[in-house]
């Protein structure tokens, strides 16, 4: 399953591998940010993917603001169902853009090539299998859907349209998580036995407290068709729109938002498809805001044996009121070694074990035997396991370091992993499609049943489906 050690070091030596990863390694450089993953360049100035951004907050922002630095990218259309933010649109990308409140309006436009969907996760399935149907490529903020049970509609709704889509947890194209993939195949932890990841926040903003508008028009912003998307009604109340993270009924609290990046991380990088029970506990500490979202979340997972992969543990946690200040957070842990990946950053920490038995003159039996006894088997000891042509003792290798070069944006490459697959019109590019999102976001909504059930969840991750 793995190529050895030693072949692998073998490979190294003399590289800059054994050392940091310079950032020359790096293709090249668009409007000041650096990536990996080299864009598909339009054929002419007027060789344009046509975008509308569907959900102009926060992430609606960040995401097409990168999108439109990959070449060959030109915004036409955002919808919002709040009125001031279709202003604000419109001083951000331009007069000649289309503003409105309904999605469907801008899906019902032939120019229009793909769409961003950074709504509120309660709408990720409905309007990415209406963007489908209308002929779009997709890109649809994490976790692909509310319930686990969307999922299997999305994956049919993809594969009949042939377009592209791609789940927007930017690990799966982070030059950390691609670069650690590479160690681990190579088998430089040896065998994995266990995995823990954490995003551990510590202050108002990453417990999604955010800032709402001074005054709030109620004619200014649409709740009928935000309940309406809800299925459900439910008294006007601006925090549950403008702050819809701490909701259950719109969110899916911090399994959903950040268990899933961490999920995404290690399949990337493991090739595993998803775990077999998932069992977690969930708590609401600090942030008593009015929320019903945990502001803790930890999880124990149960990963099978594959063909890829030995049977391993994952245990997960995010901590919203982290006294420490925060920490983010993964470690795979093998029999020879450990891969401690921060975002953009990693470090590769290995041992080599004894080819000779060990014993100690400390902590060992040796000591209790009588002292004639204890110097015959030193004595024999000796004899058999020369020093000099046998290790007697566990030694630590050399540390390999790997830091994304300052001004990395993993969003971009995200993106550019998008554009490529739209401008070669192949699906298969992506990585991160509705399967995969399926089975990153299944485990961790599995984890809010449990928390709320307290019991644990059996998932099937080939068939993709809850078991009883």
């Known amino acids: 399953m793995y190529a050895s050690r030693r072949n692998f070091l073998q490979k190294l030596a003399g590289s800059s591998a054994l050392a940091t990863v310079a950032p020359s390694m790096f293709n090249g450089l668009y409007a000041g940010n650096k990536y990996l993953i080299e864009p598909i360049r339009p054929r002419s100035a007027n060789d344009k993917v046509n975008l509308a951004l569907i959900g102009a907050g926060i992430i609606g922002h960040y995401d097409l603001n990168c999108a439109l630095k990959v070449p060959g990218t030109k915004v036409v259309a955002v919808s919002d169902l709040y009125d001031p933010r279709l202003v604000r649109a419109k001083e951000v990308w331009g007069n000649d853009i289309q503003t409105t409140r309904d999605y469907r309006d801008v899906l019902k436009r032939p120019d229009v090539d793909a769409v961003l969907i950074c709504v509120p996760d309660f709408w990720h399935d409905r309007i990415a299998i209406d963007a ?50 590479k160690y681990y195949e190579q088998g430089m932890i040896g065998e994995l036995t266990y995995v823990d990841a954490c995003v551990d926040r510590a202050d108002a903003l990453g417990a999604w407290q955010y800032t709402m508008p001074p005054t709030v028009d109620r004619n200014e912003l649409d709740w009928d068709r935000y309940m309406q998307m809800a299925d459900q009604k439910k008294p006007y109340k601006v925090e549950e729109f403008f702050r819809w993270r701490n909701y259950k009924n719109y969110g899916t609290g911090v399994a959903g938002d950040l268990f899933v990046h961490l999920i995404t991380g290690l399949h990337t990088i493991t090739g595993a498809i998803g775990p077999t029970r998932i069992y977690s506990l969930g708590d609401l500490n600090y942030w008593k805001d009015g929320r019903d979202a945990y502001d803790l979340v930890t999880g124990l997972m149960d990963y099978p044996k594959t063909a890829n992969n030995p049977s391993f543990q994952f245990m997960t946690r995010v901590n919203l009121a982290d006294g420490r200040g925060g920490l983010n957070q993964t470690r795979l842990v093998g029999t020879d070694g450990v891969i401690e990946i921060g975002w953009n950053d990693f470090v590769l920490k290995r041992l080599k074990r004894p080819n000779a038995p060990m014993y100690s003159t400390g902590y060992d039996a040796l000591f209790t035997y009588p002292k004639a006894m204890q110097d015959e088997f030193v004595k024999q000891y000796d004899q058999k396991y020369p020093a000099d042509q046998y290790q007697r003792m566990v030694k630590q290798e050399p540390e390999v370091v790997y830091n994304a070069p300052e001004g990395y944006d993993d969003r971009l490459d995200h993106m550019i992993v998008f554009f490529n697959a739209i401008r070669e019109n192949k699906p298969s590019m992506v990585k991160e499609d509705a399967v995969f999102g399926l089975r990153a976001a299944a485990p961790s909504l599995a984890a809010n049943l449990s928390a709320e059930q307290r019991k644990p969840i059996n998932w099937d991750p080939v068939g993709m489906k809850v078991l009883a």
């Open 132 to 181: 489908l149907n209308a002929g779009k490529h997709v890109y649809c903020e994490k976790p692909m859907v509310h319930h686990i049970e969307e999922g299997a509609a999305v994956i049919a709704a993809q594969k009949k349209s042939g377009k592209v889509f791609q789940v927007g947890s930017q690990r799966a194209s982070a030059s950390a998580i691609l670069e650690a993939k």
